[in-house]
């Protein structure tokens, strides 16, 4: 059978995600498996009703482009409430399949080639090769020690004419840490002046503990006037499988994202959008979110304090790093493999997110499971010495 040749990789050093190597290799071994970030326990019954009311009532065809005015307008109240800035329905949302397809379809609009995007790391890991594919170049930014601080100097010495955007991420995942209102007003100084687009991922918007607070970034006069936001639907309301998120931006930037948007997929699930228009009209059904999942946080905190595992406890996501220098001296992703193949128990190796690597002997644990998993997760963390 012929095949063709001379086929140029745009992405010659890309690698299967190491969600995917853990995943599978959790289910080889039949392990207990917090590595991937999704919840194993089922979304509200009231919200799939919905969705199915939305099929029966004739939603079955192409939705607009930028996704239902119902939808929209819901999404306006919401980051109005919660933020105080007021987006216009009509031009500044869009609705996404989910919030990676988010932060595709902006770097897709604005980074062109030889471009320069700036990346705090550890990152999640579609950034860069979204960046790569349009031609940009990934300028890496480590986030200090192991506490994964921000640096402004370290920020600051990477910006040059070239650059086009920098991606932020808080609640951040994996260190689960969520930047202050002190941070947000100093990136917002930093950037003033520049044409330096933000990209903000704030997936984990209402997931956040303690005396920690989200501060969006479009709770700030001038960065909201340069910022694109992405959220998820999916990892607010624990149906990650039915990849719906959302974008907001000027209308100046929507308008370039609409255009990518249009060739790209046109538009997303109708019934789903329908359905969440009318669970939103509710509140506290993402007001509560961060009490829940607090809850989840101490609960598996609790369960492994008697273990040799050090932990600073999450500010925010559903996600806990555990430091297990005190236990082996591997590197991290030895140590995830071996708790895998030994111990029956899948994370993730935090080094794989660093710049160059760098490894702190973390690994990263999400607790959004059912107390029965967390339980017996903590149970084989005992015996791990």
Request: hydrophobic content about 40%; some cysteine; overall charge negative.
């Amino acid at each position: 059978m012929a095949t063709v040749s001379n086929i140029s990789s745009k992405l010659p050093k890309h690698e299967t995600s190491i969600f995917s190597v853990m995943s599978k290799m959790a289910y080889e071994h039949d392990a207990v498996n917090l590595s991937q970030g999704y919840p194993n326990f089922d979304t509200d019954k009231r919200l799939k009703e919905l969705v199915y009311e939305a099929m029966l009532d004739g939603y079955n065809q192409y939705a607009p482009l930028a996704g239902i005015a119902l939808l929209r307008e819901q999404i306006v109240n919401k980051i109005e409430s919660l933020h105080g800035k007021k987006y216009d329905k009509k031009t500044e949302i869009t609705v996404t399949n989910g919030a990676t397809q988010a932060l595709y379809l902006a770097i897709t609009a604005f980074v062109n080639p030889g471009d320069e995007v700036i990346v705090l790391k550890p990152a999640y890991d579609s950034y860069e090769p979204a960046i790569k594919l349009n031609g940009g170049i990934p300028v890496l930014v480590q986030l200090e020690g192991e506490e994964y601080k921000l640096n402004f100097d370290s920020i600051k010495q990477k910006i040059s004419s070239k650059t086009r955007m920098l991606i932020i991420n808080t609640p951040h995942n994996p260190s689960g840490n969520v930047f202050s209102n002190a941070e947000m007003l100093q990136l917002e100084k930093l950037l003033e002046g520049t044409d330096i687009i933000l990209l903000s991922d704030e997936v984990y918007e209402h997931i956040t503990f303690d005396e920690a607070k989200h501060h969006s970034a479009s709770a700030f006069p001038n960065l909201s006037k340069r910022a694109i936001i992405c959220a998820s639907f999916g990892k607010t309301f624990h149906n990650t499988g039915w990849k719906m998120g959302y974008c907001v931006a000027p209308e100046e930037l929507m308008a370039e994202i609409w255009k990518v948007m249009e060739v790209n997929v046109f538009c997303v699930h109708h019934p789903t959008q329908r359905a969440f228009a009318k669970y939103l009209e509710t509140p506290k059904h993402y007001l509560e979110l961060g009490e829940f999942y607090q809850e989840k946080r101490d609960t598996f905190l609790n369960l492994i304090k008697d273990t040799a595992f050090k932990a600073i406890p999450s500010k925010g996501t559903y996600f806990q790093l555990l430091d297990y220098s005190e236990i082996s001296n591997e590197s991290d992703v030895e140590f995830s493999r071996k708790l895998i193949k030994e111990f029956g128990i899948a994370s993730i190796p935090v080094s794989v997110f660093n710049k160059d690597q760098v490894d702190y002997r973390q690994l990263r644990f999400c607790f959004a499971k059912t107390n029965e998993t967390l339980e017996k997760a903590a149970e084989i963390l005992k015996k791990i010495k």
